[in-house]
């Protein structure tokens, strides 16, 4: 796919489900149990033990109606490793020029983190798709309209923040989509197994977008 068509996936899904586990073990299942909810943009973070191998794995035979990308990316090295195992996208927390230029080198959308308007902007004239509006916890919406009424070329991704209860709240406001992590991949499910109620989560949250 052409960068541009990822990004148009990414803007018609409206969320990108961030995968972040300590045990590598269950990123299948939770993967799974997110996609029976009506999820189909992943974000497997580098925090994730085996990250690399993990994606390769998630896309290997995967069906297109299912996109993976790499999240918490802080260097190149790293950007062009997620993208030579399979990532169709890059995230990352904060701001890294290098990692941009390695994502357009290897023809993935780069999306970088980013918090002040200024910083936002940077990013973008530096070739950002996306911009990862990070962490968001303490901004709410308003944040994303107050940016946009002078900037309305940006493409904003509010991370962090994010619950199946306000996500539609961040799209109306102009975001392009929300990243969202623990309020789908609650912790005491994810402790417990219960995959069955990660579903449901994700259920909720397709359903509160519609």
């Known amino acids: 796919?052409?960068?541009?068509?990822?990004?148009?996936?990414?803007?018609?899904?409206?969320?990108?489900?961030?995968?972040r586990l300590a045990d590598p073990e269950k990123l299948r299942a939770v993967f799974d149990a997110l996609a029976a909810g009506g999820v189909?943009?992943?974000?497997?973070?580098?925090?994730?033990p085996g990250a690399i191998e993990?994606?390769?794995?998630?896309?290997?035979?995967l069906s297109q109606e299912l996109m993976?990308?790499?999240g918490t990316v802080t260097d190149a090295d790293a950007a062009r490793r997620a993208i030579d195992a399979g990532a169709r996208f890059v995230v990352g927390p904060v701001f890294r020029r290098d990692v941009i230029d390695a994502c357009h080198e290897r023809g993935v959308p780069a999306m970088p983190g980013c918090f002040t308007p200024t910083e936002i902007l940077d990013a973008w004239e530096a070739g950002a798709d996306i911009v990862k509006?990070?962490?968001?916890?303490?901004?709410?919406?308003?944040?994303?309209?107050?940016?946009r009424a002078p900037l309305p070329q940006l493409k904003l991704m509010p991370t962090g923040g994010v619950s199946i209860?306000?996500?539609?709240d961040w799209l109306r406001a102009g975001a392009v989509a929300v990243g969202i992590g623990s309020a789908l991949v609650d912790a005491l499910a994810l402790k417990a197994g219960d995959f069955p109620a990660i579903t449901q989560r994700a259920q909720r949250l397709m359903a509160s977008l519609q």
Do not use: C, W, Y
């Not at 960068?3 to 409206?14: G, K, L, N, S, W």
């Not at 993990?54 to 035979?61: D, E, F, K, P, S």
């Open 40 to 48: 189909r943009v992943f974000e497997v973070t580098m925090t994730v």
């Open 165 to 168: 209860e306000n996500a539609a």
């Open 54 to 61: 993990l994606i390769a794995q998630l896309t290997r035979g």
């Open 1 to 19: 796919m052409h960068p541009t068509d990822i990004v148009a996936r990414i803007e018609r899904e409206r969320v990108v489900a961030v995968i």
């Open 133 to 147: 509006v990070f962490p968001s916890t303490s901004l709410g919406p308003a944040f994303i309209k107050d940016v």
């Open 68 to 70: 993976v990308g790499a």
